[in-house]
């Protein structure tokens, strides 16, 4: 039997995470694909940031132990296991499937799969008795939401977070709807640093539209 396949995008703040403890301690942002968790409780964690200075967080974290530091471009990819168990973990037992996270300035958006509205129901339930996590929405999921943006356009996750964040402020509107400062303000990053976001996502795609 098929059954309905939903998109559901969630907030959280204060879980205590130490991504989302790092990413407020740095003002900087960190997206990381969904932790792995081992048998002992313990996670294993991807992510990358735009900030070195959130690998200098975790370093001094008692929480994260073999961490593992890399930069490419204008990012710094990290791998690491964590000793801390989050929310996310406990939605995952009640049938979320977590696709990405997002961590700017100490809070989180979580954003997944639900199959089924039975499991939506637990999930919501489950969502409705943690401190401090809100539903942001609820989607059917469809051709265009089944990958993220970078991935359906062989985009790095910053590239595809800049025309994302520049498309939603408005920023390719005429008039702009928000300049380039704004949209850089949103993001947590320099002007320059998003414009050359912009421009090297930019080029990626007209390279494969054209």
């Given at each position: ?71 490419t ?23 979320f499937?977590p696709?990405s ?14 199959v ?74 320099s ?20």
């Open positions: 039997m098929i059954v309905e396949c939903l998109v559901v995008e969630l907030g959280v703040d204060g879980d205590g995470c130490p991504l989302a403890d790092a990413s407020a301690a740095v003002g900087a942002t960190v997206e990381s694909a969904p932790p792995l968790r081992r048998e002992d409780g313990n996670a294993l964690l991807r992510f990358s940031a735009d900030s070195p200075a959130v690998g200098e967080v975790l370093d001094g974290d008692d929480r994260v132990r073999y961490l593992h530091a890399a930069r471009d204008d990012r710094w990819n990290y791998r690491c296991l964590s000793k801390r168990r989050c929310v996310v973990h406990d939605l995952v037992d009640v049938g499937l696709e996270l997002t961590f700017r300035h100490g809070t989180e958006r979580h954003v997944g799969a639900v089924g509205h039975d499991v939506l129901e637990g999930v919501l339930a489950a969502v409705g008795e943690a401190v401090g996590v809100s539903v942001e929405r609820i989607s059917p999921l469809g051709e265009a939401g089944d990958q993220p943006l970078a991935r359906r356009w062989n985009l790095t996750p910053a590239q595809g977070e800049a025309i994302r964040a520049a498309h939603e402020a408005g920023y390719f509107a005429v008039p702009r709807g928000a300049d380039a400062s704004a949209v850089a303000a949103e993001l947590g990053i002007k320059s640093a998003f414009l050359e976001r912009l421009r090297r996502g930019q080029a990626a795609l007209f390279d494969q539209l054209l």
